[in-house]
């Protein structure tokens, strides 16, 4: 049943709680550190530039007791799609690409360039989910949706509605978690009833064929808690007009300087990535 587990290899959506000092800090902030670090590994060009918001993802999780190896399971499920991605790198060859040829079987060969274009994207993909993982294991619910509405407050002059996109925001991130313990669920029942699941067999395209079917029952049950939430918050009343919020989140010592190294951070790997662009 291990191959089908798949809630243990989420990470994103899930709240660890904690009482350190990254936990203290303010959602606006945390939001900063986020948006600084996901800056910094999608636009950096150089390995240099992409793990080194890989490794403050993972040196702040430490540093709020969250453990490595939970912030970097929720690459797990990805890899099948990373390793479809990096088939199609190979077999369609790029314009102008005069880079060394290191592997060639037929009309399909891989170059030093396709090889490190595979390599960013899976560095850059293993980057990004672990800061998203630090920020949603140290930021509970109330907090992300808290942050994202104080962070979006001055577009209310605009007509925008920040309290509405707070909520969606919020919910999607808790829906992540959610959607994997149903998939997990249903698969275990269709394996139980007979289904090929987990067992090795047939290689990855047999085991791909065997998941599809998963889908629709996933999407429908997806759907169902969807339409449940949104008549659970008609029959409550819900409306944004008159609300209050309760909690309250005072501004920590040094959360001045913690919002500065957020940038310095960002503006560290992008100094990174062009002084590894010229070595």
Known sequence: MKGIEFFRNVSIGQYRQGSSYVHRLRPSTKYLWLLALMVAGIASTSWAGVLLPLAAALLIGAAAGVHPGFLLRGVRPLLPLLLFTAILQTLFSWPGDSSQVLVGLGPVSLTRK?????????LRTLSLMTVIALFTSVTSEGESVHGIEDSLAP???????????????GIALRFVPMIAGELEAIAKAQASRGADFGSGRGGPIAKARAYLPLFVPVTVRAL???????????????????????ASYPRQRGEGWARALALLACASSFIVDHVAHRI
């Open 114 to 122: 396709e090889l490190g274009l595979v390599v960013m994207m899976g």
């Open 155 to 169: 577009l209310a002059r605009l007509g925008l509605h920040p309290s509405r996109l707070a909520l969606t925001a």
């Open 224 to 246: 169902e808690r969807a339409e449940a939430l949104a008549e659970a918050m008609e029959a409550r009343g819900y409306t944004e007009e008159g609300r209050t919020r309760l």
